[in-house]
């Protein structure tokens, strides 16, 4: 299989750094996008969700990733994103407190600003616990 280059940078560190046969990634408008080598030239944005890795030996990764950009540009990706985690670093406790203060900021009766960021927070956290769910050992 055809590999391509990928580099995920996060706000505190590089997530990865490698090549890889393909990658999945949740994106604004469709769900998720898929990507294989030599795609045609795009940035565009992804959203907060499950993102998914095939390294070159054929091994998956599964792994939590916050808002960011994606630019693919001859046959190579490069990520920046607010957050990547892999399902063992996501603190569920954390999570599911975060979850808990978003759902009380949304019973509140707050501006419209205030409501879109605590429904951003919610989802947020909701995809961190799901990513931690899905691939629990």
Do not use: W
Not at 93 to 102: L, P, S, V
């Amino acid at each position: 299989m055809e590999l391509f280059n990928l580099k995920i940078v996060a706000a505190n560190k590089v997530f990865f750094d490698g090549k890889c046969q393909n990658l999945i990634v949740p994106y604004v408008d469709s769900g998720s996008i898929a990507f294989l080598a030599k795609h045609e030239n795009t940035v565009l944005p992804i959203d907060v969700g499950e993102m998914k890795i095939t390294d070159e030996s054929g091994r998956q990764i599964n792994a939590f990733v916050g808002n960011g950009i994606l630019e693919f540009l001859d046959n190579e990706a490069v990520i920046v994103c607010v957050s990547a985690e892999l399902p063992d670093e996501i603190d569920e406790r954390r999570a599911n407190e975060a979850k808990e203060r978003a759902e009380e900021e949304l019973r509140q009766h707050t501006s419209s600003i205030e409501y879109n960021i605590s429904k951003a927070n919610l989802a947020r956290a909701m995809e961190r616990l799901k990513v931690k769910n899905r691939h629990k050992i």
